[in-house]
């Protein structure tokens, strides 16, 4: 009939779980890795070299991975563009210090 990963899966999605999948921790270096199933992956848009936030909740045990939202990168044309009259600092002389003019 069902196999018995349909069914556990089935429990988990009635939880609230949308997905649900078992790995297993492995050594890496002087920490643990997981593998996140390709599915897993793809569902919430990550990939290779993505950051995520690891969130703990120590009283349940209980292990989040998000994505990091990331930054705008701005090109230099964007940030010139936004230079103002209005936001646009005045000059300011320092004076001469030590030997700059020779």
């Not at 990331?70 to 936004?82: F, G, N, P, V």
């Amino acid at each position: 009939m069902y196999s018995e990963e349909h069914l556990e899966t089935k429990i988990n999605q009635s939880k609230g779980a949308d997905y649900m999948s078992t790995v297993t921790a492995q050594k890496w270096g002087n920490s643990l890795g997981i593998r996140i199933p390709k599915d897993a992956a793809d569902r919430i848009g990550i990939d290779q070299g993505s950051e995520l936030v690891l969130n703990v909740i120590g009283s349940e045990n209980i292990i989040t991975l998000k994505p990091k939202k990331a930054r705008k990168k701005y090109t230099l044309q964007e940030l010139l563009s936004q230079i103002t009259p209005e936001n646009r600092h005045k000059e300011i002389d320092f004076g001469i210090e030590g030997r700059e003019l020779f």
